[in-house]
Nanobody, 123 residues
Framework: QVQLGESGGGPVQAGGSLRLSCAAS????????MGWFRQTPGKEREFVGA????????YYADSVKGRFTISRAYAENTVYLQMISLKPEDTAVYYC????????????????WGQGTQVTVSS
């Protein structure tokens, strides 16, 4: 069992940066691929990116590539989403997720989900 808790969301101006954190409980944190998703009202949850469990290879949606960076700190059971050059269209609730593979996460088939944290980018 893994419990995920996001933090670090909030308001930010366009062009600014924000770092989200996702703290995971449980001793099996290292077993899972970790990912980030986002969702706006009336839309489906969107895959943002993921980081592998073995060599920390990262994968990103085209919409955030070059602006967002995912990293994980095994000793702290934490995964991060560093966001720079934020745009108003990045406004969403951001969710952390744990899954069995990157392919699973790409289609939203996560094993565990966090409760989400709101990011609001103003122009």
């Amino acid at each position: 069992q893994v419990q995920l808790g996001e933090s670090g969301g909030g308001p930010v101006q366009a062009g600014g940066s924000l770092r989200l954190s996702c703290a995971a409980s449980g001793r099996t944190f290292g077993f899972y691929v970790m990912g980030w998703f986002r969702q706006t009202p009336g839309k489906e949850r969107e895959f943002v990116g993921a980081i592998s469990r073995s060599d920390s290879t990262t994968y990103y949606a085209d919409s955030v590539k070059g602006r967002f960076t995912i990293s994980r700190a095994y000793a702290e059971n934490t995964v991060y989403l560093q966001m720079i050059s934020l745009k108003p269209e990045d406004t969403a609730v951001y969710y952390c997720a744990a899954g069995l593979s990157v392919d699973n996460l790409r289609i939203g088939a996560a094993t565990y989900w966090g409760q989400g944290t709101q990011v609001t980018v103003s122009s």
